[in-house]
């Protein structure tokens, strides 16, 4: 065949292949129409709830592509429940969500904390902390364990983390050659798993509010029973020995882990296709060493400070933090005020594909909700549970629910009504109800590669959540079976 037909034949081919995945694609789409049309209003869906959460994981797998999975997958559902709408139904969703107090504030704090990132790239304050680890970093293993204490420090809240460390510690990484998707393992792996461990973080404090209004604690006492649970969260103990494992060498590279770090130590650290957040070229380092990194830790003091003060609120915290840092920056003339102001408005900016993966991870929760997949699935599960196997099960069920819906906390609003009753009725005891819970949350979010805890981590350290999710995967997984011996051993 000559260089010319090649030349002609290769964008029919690229055409077929487009062809045949949409076709499929319409296939698909009418046998959730045709589902829908014959299902008798009223009935369960039973194991058809679970379709369109298969759906994502198997589009998602084979295209990479995480935002168009959750939205194929959201109306895969609406066509479940009732096709003739289903343009009205997808509307309605849409509008519940966008909304809906959590998402508004996940919205904020996610758009803020990426313009406050930004502000302190601009003002060259990141690059004077990263300056600062490099003279303290001598070697691969110590650049791995600084990110991972720098991870149990800020504990106050997964976001925080995600974004924070994975900003400052990513030129110390590659200078030691570090793929980007071990950096973001261990940014994702000390910030949901810690948060559970930790009772003054914004996991402790929701958790504990929702022990309360189950009814399981009284008034102000939902913390004392979260507290007693603690040592028995596994797998944010686990997870925290694994990492450290990683960090010090001793754990060898498992999956796509270990071809990500071929690749790495060959010189190429950032993925292809995955895009850098990069505020500008011309941005230097503090002439002076010490105020530049007094320019980074006093903004990160004033955060943590600010969201402690107004009830371990991140939202609250981030806003103080922006207008400190700006009125800091502004008398020192770092740079100018409309620079700081844009560079704000660029952190929101560079945010927005890791708010539209989280959308789209609670659109689906919503359509999952109008299914009954918690329902069904805790429903089909409890003819097995018993005392000595329960802990187990709910930590596997629910971790299981957590990876399908990405919203570990929404997702125990809908479950912990029907999981306490249950438990209490088998008599098992509450402190292992509860760590078996916390532990499903951080194992499902952990996990998920839609999850906010991971495509925040991936932004952040420069990959995306697909190819972040799958080198995290196997240490996970490690996780989750260790887990669960632990629980079936206490019970």
């Keep these: 065949m000559t260089t010319q037909t090649k030349a002609l034949d290769a964008p029919f081919k690229l055409s077929s292949k487009h062809v045949a995945v949409s076709l499929s694609i319409v296939f698909l789409f009418i046998t959730f129409t045709t589902i829908g049309l014959n299902h008798v209003p009223g009935e369960s869906y039973g194991w058809m709830s679970l379709l369109p959460t298969s759906l994502v994981l ?60 930004a502000v302190l790239e601009k003002g060259g304050s990141i690059l004077s902390f990263s300056d600062m680890l490099v003279n303290k970093v001598k070697s691969r ?23 924070a460390i994975s900003s400052s510690m990513k030129k110390i990484t590659d200078g030691y050659q570090v793929s980007r998707e071990k950096l973001a393992y261990m940014v994702d792996s000390t910030a949901a798993p810690i948060c559970i461990l930790v009772p003054i973080s914004t996991w402790a ?17 939902g913390i004392a029973a979260y507290i007693e649970a603690i ?13 450290f494992l990683v960090a010090m060498g001793k754990m060898p590279d498992l999956g796509a882990m270990k071809a990500a770090e071929a690749r790495a130590k060959s ?33 990160m003091v004033v955060l943590v400070g600010a969201s402690w003060y107004f009830g371990i609120d991140l939202l609250a915290g981030v806003f ?48 999952n909700d109008s299914l009954g997949l918690t329902q069904f699935v805790i429903d089909t599960a409890s003819p097995y549970l018993s005392p000595q196997y329960f802990p187990a099960l709910i930590f596997l069920i629910t971790g299981g629910l957590v990876f399908a819906s990405a919203s570990s906390w929404g997702t125990f609003a809908v479950a912990m009504p029907i999981i306490l009753p249950l438990a209490n009725q088998i008599g098992v005891p509450l402190h292992l109800t509860i760590a078996a819970m916390l532990s499903a949350s951080a194992a499902g979010s952990h ?16 990959c995306t959540s697909m190819q972040h999710a799958t080198t995290q995967f196997p240490y996970a997984l490690i996780g989750i079976i260790a887990t669960t011996l632990f629980f079936i051993v206490v019970a």
């Design 205 to 221: 404090i929701f958790f504990s509010s929702l022990l309360e209004a189950n009814g399981v604690a009284e008034p102000g006492q």
């Design 320 to 367: 103080v933090a922006i207008i400190f840092t700006i009125c800091f920056y502004g008398i020192q003339k770092l740079v100018t005020m409309n620079e700081l102001f844009d560079a704000v408005y660029d952190g929101i900016k560079v945010m927005l594909l890791p708010l539209a993966t989280v959308i789209g991870g609670f659109m689906l929760k919503n359509v």
């Design 58 to 117: 198997v589009f998602a797998l084979t295209t990479h592509r995480t935002v168009e999975a959750l939205f194929s997958g959201t109306i895969a559902g609406v066509l479940l429940i009732n096709p003739t709408e289903a343009v009205e139904q997808i509307v309605g969703i849409s509008m519940d969500v966008m909304m809906n107090e959590t998402i508004a504030w996940i919205i904020l704090v996610c758009g803020l904390m990426g313009g406050l990132i």
């Design 447 to 462: 996990s998920c590669f839609f999850s906010d805890s991971t495509v925040l981590s991936a932004q952040g350290s420069g």
């Design 141 to 163: 293993n110590q650049s791995l364990l600084m990110t991972f204490f720098l991870g149990i420090l800020i504990f106050i809240d997964d976001y925080l983390n995600a974004i």
């Design 267 to 299: 010189g190429q650290v950032k993925p292809d296709g995955a895009t850098d957040i990069d505020f500008g070229a011309d941005i230097k380092a503090h002439s002076n060493p010490t105020m530049g990194l007094i320019n980074f830790l006093l903004p």
């Design 231 to 243: 040592p028995y969260m596994a797998y944010g103990w686990v997870t925290l020995i694994i990492v």
